[in-house]
């Protein structure tokens, strides 16, 4: 572990970890939704120009960006947080509980914004960087197809706020309070959503042989699908092809002119992606014509593949051993859950990191779960001496 008294150390932090708990304590106490966020925005962009950024606001809706340069350095640093809550009744009995029922931070955006705040401050107040830094405050992350990062993105976050490289973390229960975890190459998946309607032809059901019965039909499409994965893709990639819901009929004796169900689709390779996306729409027309039946399926691209770039990451992986050790800093395993920060690394090289959550966490979006406040100072740290090694004066 190398020792470096002139960049960013945990100790630097220490007596920030009072003020920087009671920061996410408000902010879990006072949660808002995908595209609602503008309390939260309003606070947010009030500490920061405080410390000194240059802030704009209502970035792709209630989306923050703060800028700061220091020295002569051409180069430029983005990190983002994300802000929203989720629709979910907070059930942990804590002092510092959801003041609004019915939504909560169940996924630990309000960690991920006080880390980001907490780096902001102290890199304000040393300024021991040479180039441009651009804080992301981002709304809308659990917004699914309308979310804040493709917004912000819309609203010409790219070329209004240029840089270099781009950071985000999120919390990782199962992992050890302050661990940092970090995966070259894909990490989180790319996530499709299918919708699917049959149309066959209805009556009664003692006369089935009169109808064309979407149900039915439907089952053996559910039932083929799963070929899609064990007999379609290559068995050293991964992918996940699963049924959610399936919805036909009202009555017992009765077949039902229509029959509806929703897929989701999850890759870590576009060109898996790609094969996943055949096959399940030839698949679900395939058996729709051998029972005399007609499938309009609506195929609906998500969030691509979050994808670290090797440079980003080495150099990211590197700060955190020299931030908390090599003990403390680890390999993450391939999630197949989807992130919207992956459309910013589409236009930009960058990193996504994963901090531990505690062995004990709850699981996220759990009405049970709260973010690890003795991560919060390590998040910070990292953020903090990661900016100071990439606009280094000598960088580049």
Request: hydrophobic share 40%; with cysteine; glycine share 8%.
């Amino acid at each position: 572990m190398l020792h470096d008294n002139t960049k960013a150390r945990l100790a630097d932090f220490d007596d920030r970890k009072e003020e920087l708990t009671a920061i996410r304590h408000y902010l879990h106490q006072n949660p808002e939704l995908s595209h609602k966020e503008e309390k939260t925005a309003r606070f947010v962009a009030d500490k920061l120009k405080s410390w000194g950024y240059d802030v704009t606001e209502n970035v792709g809706g209630y989306g923050v960006v703060a800028v700061l340069s220091n020295g002569t350095g051409k180069r430029g640093i983005a990190v983002r947080a994300d802000m929203d809550a989720l629709p979910i009744r907070e059930e942990t009995g804590l002092d510092h509980a959801s003041a609004n029922d019915g939504v909560m931070h169940a996924c630990g955006h309000d960690g991920h914004t006080t880390i980001l705040l907490g780096a902001a401050e102290y890199l304000a107040r040393t300024r021991r960087f040479d180039g441009t830094l651009t804080l992301i405050f981002q709304p809308a992350e659990e917004a699914g197809t309308t979310s804040g990062a493709q917004k912000m993105i819309e609203d010409g976050l790219l070329e209004r706020f240029p840089f270099d490289m781009i950071f985000g973390l999120h919390n990782h229960p199962g992992a050890p309070e302050g661990q940092l975890l970090f995966r070259e190459g894909p990490l989180m998946a790319a996530a499709d959503t299918i919708e699917v309607l049959v149309k066959g032809r209805g009556g009664h059901a003692s006369r089935p042989h009169l109808t064309v019965d979407p149900l039915v039909t439907a089952c053996h499409m559910v039932v083929a699908l799963q070929m899609v994965v064990s007999r379609f893709t290559d068995p050293t990639q991964t992918a996940v092809v699963t049924v959610g819901t399936i919805h036909a009929g009202e009555a017992v004796n009765v077949i039902p002119e229509t029959a509806r169900f929703a897929i989701t689709v999850r890759s870590f390779d576009e060109d898996v992606r790609a094969n996943l996306e055949t096959r399940i729409k030839q698949m679900i027309t395939s058996v729709a014509a051998a029972h005399g039946a007609v499938a309009e399926v609506d195929y609906q691209r998500g969030h691509p593949v979050v994808f670290n770039a090797a440079e980003p990451t080495a150099l990211a992986r590197s700060v955190a051993e020299e931030l908390v050790g090599e003990d403390n800093v680890g390999t993450c395993n391939l999630i197949p859950g989807s992130e919207d920060f992956s459309h910013y690394l589409e236009f930009r090289p960058g990193c996504f990191v994963r901090l531990g959550n505690g062995v004990d966490s709850a699981v996220l979006h759990s009405s049970k779960f709260d973010f690890a406040d003795e991560s919060l100072t390590v998040g910070a740290a990292l953020w903090a001496r990661l900016a100071e090694r990439f606009l280094e004066e000598d960088a580049g």
